[in-house]
């Protein structure tokens, strides 16, 4: 890489002295060749591997004999047989996992929005051992997703848990709960857990949002004996809202696509899966590459067509910053 | 009144505190604990035994594994920053056309799911020879930190005043003399937080790492621990694997402690993925 921009580099020191406009012309060339490696691989490790992917959707491809297949067109995603339908779009499997994806993104990223708030409210507040909490709340982020997983899984073991040894010692609850096996908490458990390794990464660009505002709306409200509550309502909340929306897609986005929390937590369980953990069963498991790829498609269409309205929705903003 | 507002307050604090502590602390208490003794709970340390701590080096390679994902997370940063630092200075410095749409597209990469890539990733991964190899990991992960890389340095290379290399260029520089003597070392924070960001990330890293190795001795941290089991499936040998998540926790822990502003700084500056 290095070679290539000292080799373009020399006939570019010759046309510098030439004057600004071919000093403009050979900055522009040199920026397309400081770009090019980094194109060069993007292309190669996502554009090429999901151009890969949406053409084995359509085809009959498994995973011990990729290279042999055949093209089937839209019988991954929906086909009929002498009067029975099948593919994707008709297996009820996969719809319940989009079910449970919508439920985890909508449920986890609200919780986290709220409580995010409220964390970063009272960062924001000035009190002594500020800057450790701030590093303390930065823990459950940290840890890697499988580990936190892992952790969660032995505390809410059904026989020796800790969880539920609180809570019978609290008397809140009768006997202990099966919290990852029972279809009634699964979905709840994983929201739980997300929620405990989330949070801090809300609160944080929440907290970035508040430490922005001006002063001195707060000094004319303290002075005006505004009730803090209405301050916050009236004041802040429309001022961090473009911060905390822009938070709440990069989340949402995010909880669409997971995968290792739910992996991890109840494994392939059917009360759990999530889109992704249903691609990769469908891939790797039961080494179907065609409808594993047609789901994976789906899950890429879903989540674009998202990116793409919150572009346009949020365009003057993004093209600002990127001036 | 006040003073019942001070104290709500500290409760709220310190609710916070213990909620985000109490899941590792507890990975502590129980990793130090071994036998029959995990079958009861137990909020403060006994004694300390590390036997677990013998176990997860005797039992598997997980030596290995920790050396794996070192390997790993430290050539994707790399790679990451070499990249990521030219393409940066093209980006924020020099105006050409396409320069919005071209960083939107690198932009949208890092919004791809990972599993719309999987078996497309598989085939090439595979093609090149690299399944079940260490250099086909670094591969796959580039994808996960490359374009957040780019956009954050993009943005704190933009920030940087424009006289800077207008000096050099009047002297008659060229632009990879410019990025190498004068931008490399103002860049240097930037690329320390990009960098962490980015080796959290491949630290992390789960689903690649489960599909693209097969053998226990080239699995990365993050499948290792997933995939830890007992001498039946119902009996997980709880003590080990807890001892197993402390230990690749404790340098992550550190890691944040130490450069917990910096880290802040790169979420905020970009707002990218957790």
């Keep these: 890489m290095s070679g290539a921009a000292l080799q373009a580099s020399a006939p570019a020191r010759e046309t510098m002295r030439g004057g600004r406009s071919s000093l403009t012309r050979s900055r522009v060339r040199a920026a397309w060749i400081f770009i090019a490696p980094t194109l060069i691989v993007l292309i190669l490790i996502a554009g090429w591997p999901l151009a890969r992917t949406i053409w084995f959707s359509f085809t009959d491809a498994s995973l011990n004999s990729l290279a042999d297949y055949q093209f089937i067109g839209f019988e991954n995603y929906v086909a009929n047989y002498d009067g029975e339908w099948f593919g994707l779009l008709t297996d ?84 202990p709960i099966t919290w990852t096996a029972s279809p009634d908490t699964a979905l709840w458990t994983v929201v739980m857990v997300d929620v405990w390794k989330t949070t801090p990464f809300m609160a944080l660009l929440i907290l970035a949002a508040l430490q922005m505002l001006p002063g001195d709306i707060y000094e004319a409200a303290k002075v005006d004996g505004v009730h803090p509550v209405k301050v916050f309502f009236r004041v802040t909340l429309p001022l961090i809202k473009p911060a905390l929306l822009v938070a709440v897609i990069f989340r949402a986005l995010d909880a669409l696509r997971v995968f290792d929390l739910i992996y991890v937590l109840t494994a392939n369980s059917r009360d759990t899966m999530s889109m992704s953990v249903f691609a990769r069963q469908q891939l790797v498991d039961f080494q179907e590459v065609g409808l594993g790829s047609a789901a994976s498609t789906l899950i890429f269409l879903i989540i674009a067509l998202l990116v793409v309205i919150t572009m346009v929705a949020g365009q003057v903003r993004l093209s600002g910053e990127v001036r | 009144m006040k003073v019942l507002t001070r104290i709500g307050f500290w409760l709220l604090v310190a609710a916070i505190g213990l909620f985000s502590i109490f899941p590792f602390y507890y990975a502590v208490i129980s ?42 997370a430290a050539s994707v940063v790399a790679l990451s920053l070499a990249l990521g630092i030219t393409a940066a200075y093209a980006f924020g410095r020099i105006r050409f056309r396409g320069r919005s749409l071209l960083l939107m597209t690198i932009l949208a990469v890092s919004m791809f799911p990972q599993v719309a890539v999987l078996s497309g990733m598989f085939e090439l991964i595979r093609s090149f020879g690299l399944y079940n190899t260490l250099p086909g990991l670094i591969l796959a ?51 320390v937080t990009t960098g962490l960001l980015a080796f959290i990330v491949a630290w992390n890293e789960f689903l690649f790492a489960l599909t693209f190795t097969l053998t226990n001795e080239r699995r990365t941290v993050p499948p290792a621990i997933a995939l830890m089991s007992g001498s039946t499936a ?41």
Excluded: C
Excluded at chain 2, 159 to 180: N, Q, S
């Design chain 1, 92 to 175: 009820p499997d996969w719809w319940h996992s989009v079910w449970n994806t919508v439920w985890f993104t909508a449920i986890s990223v609200s919780i986290e929005t709220v409580l995010g708030t409220i964390v970063a409210l009272i960062l924001n507040a000035s009190f002594p051992g500020r800057g450790i909490m701030r590093a303390v709340i930065l823990i459950p982020w940290a840890i890697p997703t499988v580990v936190s997983a892992r952790m969660w899984n032995w505390m809410l073991h059904d026989q020796f848990g800790v969880i539920n040894d609180m809570l019978l010692r609290l008397g809140l609850i009768a006997a």
């Design chain 2, 31 to 72: 990793s130090l604990r071994s036998g029959a003794d995990l079958f009861s709970v137990a909020y403060l340390p006994e004694r300390l035994d590390f036997s677990n701590y013998v176990a997860v080096f005797e039992r598997q390679p997980f030596g290995t594994n920790i050396v794996n994902s070192v390997i790993v």
């Design chain 2, 141 to 191: 992960n580039l994808m996960l930190t490359l374009p957040f890389t780019v956009w954050v340095l993009t943005t704190f290379m933009r920030e940087l005043p424009k006289e800077i290399e207008e000096a050099a260029f009047v002297d008659g520089a060229t632009p990879w003399i410019v990025v190498r003597r004068i931008f490399l070392p103002l860049m240097m924070p930037a690329a």
């Design chain 2, 234 to 274: 119902y009996e997980l040998p709880w003590g080990t694997i807890m001892a197993a998540s402390v230990i690749v926790t404790l340098p992550i822990i550190a890691l944040v402690l130490v450069f917990q502003r910096k880290i802040v700084a790169g979420l905020t500056a970009g707002a990218v993925k957790g």
